[in-house]
């Protein structure tokens, strides 16, 4: 029997699974929010830093290194993060972790030297990495229980989030100082926090059939346990490969375009802002291509368009070509790390997505000094054609892995193997 049958224990239009629905919904919109929150915050912070450096009175290498710390605490933060999910659940520790980001982001602003920015940062970075890892694990839990692929839904609603942030941050820079605009952010966050927190801990994930049974809940069996290691590693390393494209693309994108193409400035500043843009709407519609196609399907697909969309955008003649690419690259990129940060938290709950996470954090602190120096030794155009050859380098093993294990997400059709 499918399992989408076997998922349905109460009969059609009963109160019992009209109260299973109610609650998977709530928590479906609380979760929502903590995402976009998340990337709401982050951007608004980001926005910000110019008038930090300035405040502090930072050099720029000062700067890069107090920058650092935002790293350091998230990737210290992800792993310990893994395991408090799995003693005190996923759900409290999103909403602990969603406050605590919301009381750190105002920290920055009441610093002034690069030692102190570097130290609050630390704490920054370690409330954001904890929200990351926690409501991406509740997110897979989540997955498990509607028995349908809404990872790339969360994820769009971050990137929807970190747009909302950067343009409102934009707006207000002239405005507002650090310092109100980043206890706006903390005030803004501590509501939807208010809002969202106890949605997220009063409804409860009803109970799944044996055969789909929650990987938090349920451990692999022993002499399954380093296949599985192996496999989530794989699936960190698809991560990596995605994030590498994104944190290279942020950094490097707009210097490419004007610098080796000549572009306007504003056109320049823009092409970051189409990639991210496609990157959503490729999110939007990640859902509907999961059900269609199937996971393994969508990062094959993802990796080979990403990367054809990366070689027009590096290697491409003109500017308008150029962006044509960085939007082809954001369509293709969108559902990869969604759906291998997914597939790492099915195989091993709060600690699979842990680790699937710092790997792909791990990418995207790599990509823009990888770039750099690759510009320095050939030139921008080819060390850019690098995130092509991960992308493909990430669908090539999102295919293999199907080969690897017989696991099968509740929410992948059949098809997909």
């Not at 406050?99 to 009441?110: C, E, F, G, V």
């Not at 310092?179 to 409860?204: Q, Y």
């Given at each position: 029997?499918?399992?989408?049958?076997?998922s349905?224990t109460?009969a059609?239009g009963s109160?019992?699974?009209?109260l299973?629905?109610?609650?998977?919904?709530r928590l479906?919109?609380a979760l929502t929010?903590?995402?976009?929150?998340?990337?709401f915050?982050?951007?608004?912070?980001v926005v910000r830093?110019?008038a930090?450096?300035d405040?502090?009175g930072?050099?720029?290498?000062?700067l890069?290194?107090a920058?650092l710390?935002?790293?350091?605490?998230?990737?210290v933060?992800m792993t310990?993060?893994?395991?408090?999910?799995g003693?005190f659940?996923t759900r409290?520790?999103t909403?602990l972790?969603?406050?605590?980001?919301?009381?750190?982001?105002?920290?920055?602003?009441q610093?002034?030297?690069?030692?102190a920015?570097?130290?609050?940062?630390l704490?920054f970075?370690?409330a954001?990495?904890?929200?990351?890892?926690?409501?991406n694990?509740?997110?897979?839990?989540?997955?498990?229980?509607l028995?349908?692929?809404?990872?790339?839904?969360f994820h769009?609603?971050?990137?929807l989030?970190?747009m909302i942030?950067?343009g409102?941050g934009?707006?207000?820079?002239?405005g507002l100082?650090?310092?109100?605009?980043l206890?706006?952010?903390?005030?803004?966050?501590?509501?939807?926090?208010?809002?969202?927190?106890p949605?997220l801990?009063r409804?409860?994930?009803?109970?799944?059939?044996?055969d789909a049974a929650?990987p938090?809940?349920?451990?692999a069996p022993?002499?399954?346990?380093?296949?599985?290691r192996?496999l989530v590693v794989?699936?960190?390393?698809?991560?990596?490969c995605?994030a590498?494209?994104?944190?290279?693309?942020a950094?490097?994108?707009a210097?490419h375009?004007?610098?080796d193409?000549?572009?306007?400035?504003?056109?320049?500043?823009?092409?970051y802002?189409l990639?991210?843009l496609?990157?959503?709407?490729?999110?939007l519609?990640?859902t509907t291509?999961?059900?269609?196609?199937g996971?393994t399907?969508?990062?094959?697909a993802?990796?080979?368009?990403?990367?054809?969309?990366m070689l027009?955008?590096a290697l491409?003649?003109t500017?308008?070509?150029?962006?044509?690419?960085?939007?082809?690259t954001?369509?293709?990129?969108?559902n990869?790390f969604?759906v291998?940060?997914g597939?790492a938290g099915?195989?091993?709950?709060?600690?699979?997505v842990?680790?699937?996470s710092?790997?792909g954090y791990g990418g995207?602190?790599?990509?823009?000094?990888a770039?750099?120096?690759?510009?320095?030794?050939?030139s921008?155009?080819?060390?850019?054609?690098t995130?092509?050859?991960?992308?493909a380098t990430?669908g090539?093993?999102g295919?293999?892995?199907r080969t690897?294990?017989r696991?099968r997400?509740?929410?992948?059709?059949s098809?997909?193997?």
């Amino acid at each position: 029997m499918p399992l989408l049958n076997k998922s349905r224990t109460a009969a059609p239009g009963s109160h019992g699974e009209d109260l299973a629905r109610h609650s998977l919904n709530r928590l479906r919109t609380a979760l929502t929010l903590f995402f976009a929150l998340d990337g709401f915050l982050f951007a608004g912070w980001v926005v910000r830093i110019p008038a930090i450096k300035d405040q502090t009175g930072a050099s720029a290498s000062a700067l890069g290194m107090a920058l650092l710390g935002v790293s350091a605490g998230a990737v210290v933060t992800m792993t310990l993060t893994g395991r408090l999910c799995g003693r005190f659940g996923t759900r409290p520790v999103t909403v602990l972790a969603g406050a605590l980001m919301s009381l750190s982001i105002a920290l920055p602003a009441q610093t002034h030297s690069a030692l102190a920015l570097g130290l609050v940062l630390l704490a920054f970075g370690a409330a954001y990495g904890g929200v990351n890892v926690a409501m991406n694990s509740a997110a897979v839990e989540l997955v498990a229980a509607l028995r349908r692929p809404v990872m790339p839904g969360f994820h769009a609603a971050f990137s929807l989030g970190g747009m909302i942030g950067a343009g409102i941050g934009g707006l207000v820079a002239a405005g507002l100082s650090p310092e109100t605009h980043l206890l706006s952010l903390t005030v803004i966050g501590l509501l939807t926090t208010a809002v969202a927190g106890p949605m997220l801990l009063r409804h409860r994930l009803p109970a799944l059939p044996d055969d789909a049974a929650s990987p938090t809940a349920t451990p692999a069996p022993a002499g399954r346990s380093s296949r599985t290691r192996r496999l989530v590693v794989l699936f960190g390393v698809i991560a990596l490969c995605t994030a590498y494209g994104e944190g290279a693309l942020a950094d490097w994108g707009a210097l490419h375009l004007e610098q080796d193409l000549h572009a306007h400035p504003g056109i320049a500043a823009a092409g970051y802002a189409l990639f991210a843009l496609a990157m959503t709407v490729g999110r939007l519609t990640g859902t509907t291509l999961l059900e269609r196609l199937g996971q393994t399907r969508v990062l094959a697909a993802g990796g080979a368009t990403a990367a054809a969309g990366m070689l027009i955008g590096a290697l491409a003649p003109t500017t308008w070509l150029a962006l044509a690419g960085f939007a082809v690259t954001g369509l293709g990129l969108a559902n990869i790390f969604p759906v291998a940060v997914g597939r790492a938290g099915a195989l091993a709950g709060p600690s699979g997505v842990a680790t699937a996470s710092t790997l792909g954090y791990g990418g995207m602190l790599l990509g823009p000094p990888a770039i750099g120096f690759l510009a320095d030794w050939f030139s921008l155009p080819v060390a850019l054609t690098t995130v092509a050859g991960l992308a493909a380098t990430a669908g090539v093993i999102g295919f293999a892995a199907r080969t690897s294990t017989r696991y099968r997400h509740p929410s992948e059709p059949s098809r997909a193997h």
